[in-house]
């Protein structure tokens, strides 16, 4: 409407700054905060430096980030936006960890609520087996093997290792006969009833 003003005065820095320097507030009289962006901006940082102080707790300093990147909190490092996952509901549309970070700390997670171990008992174990496979003795130990009724940590096995223990469904009885079998101790079960079978002495 003609007339109305296009400026306004900062009730802090006592600057006359345009409409657009001022947050909308409905219940002012001319529908704007008292105080300009910027004001409410560097109040707000020093009352959280305050809160901050009060409580015992650091203070995150502003780092100025380049258009397109954002500051992990974890590694801190400024990283490209190709290097975060989505997150609809943060404000920046961003992940609040880059993708390496998140991909460790799953990690992590993964060994604590799977096995009940952290990634330094794991490399202890992986120590005490000198860097190699339980079973084959010949390759890395990288899949950590534990039993499936109770849960306790075996030891850490290579990949080929741990899936032909999973192919026995971890009986013992199945994976003494397959060694018999590869030593050339070949045997055949003589079926005796319907899904019973009587095994050579």
Avoid at 22 to 51: I, K, L, M
Avoid at 115 to 126: H, K, M, N, P, Q
Wanted: hydrophobic fraction near 30%; charged fraction near 30%.
């Amino acid at each position: 409407m003609v007339g109305e003003p296009t400026l306004k005065r900062c009730g802090r820095c006592r600057r006359d700054l345009s409409l657009e320097s001022f947050a909308r507030d409905r219940n002012r009289r001319d529908g704007f905060q008292p105080y300009c962006r910027e004001c409410v901006a560097q109040y707000s940082a020093a009352h959280y430096r305050r809160r901050r102080a009060v409580e015992g707790k650091p203070v995150r300093e502003k780092v100025d980030v380049p258009e397109g990147h954002k500051l992990c909190r974890s590694c801190g490092q400024i990283k490209p936006h190709a290097e975060w996952h989505r997150n609809s509901s943060a404000s920046d549309g961003l992940s609040t960890r880059c993708r390496a970070c998140r991909a460790v700390q799953g990690r992590q997670g993964h060994l604590k609520r799977r096995y009940g171990i952290t990634e330094s008992e794991r490399d202890g174990l992986i120590s005490s087996q000198g860097g190699v496979c339980c079973i084959c003795l010949a390759a890395p130990a990288v899949h950590v093997d534990h039993c499936h009724e109770t849960g306790r940590v075996r030891g850490v096995l290579c990949f080929s290792c741990n899936a032909a223990l999973g192919q026995f469904k971890d009986r013992p009885e199945a994976i003494r006969r397959a060694a018999a079998y590869v030593e050339g101790i070949a045997w055949k079960p003589t079926l005796v009833a319907p899904g019973v079978y009587r095994l050579p002495s």
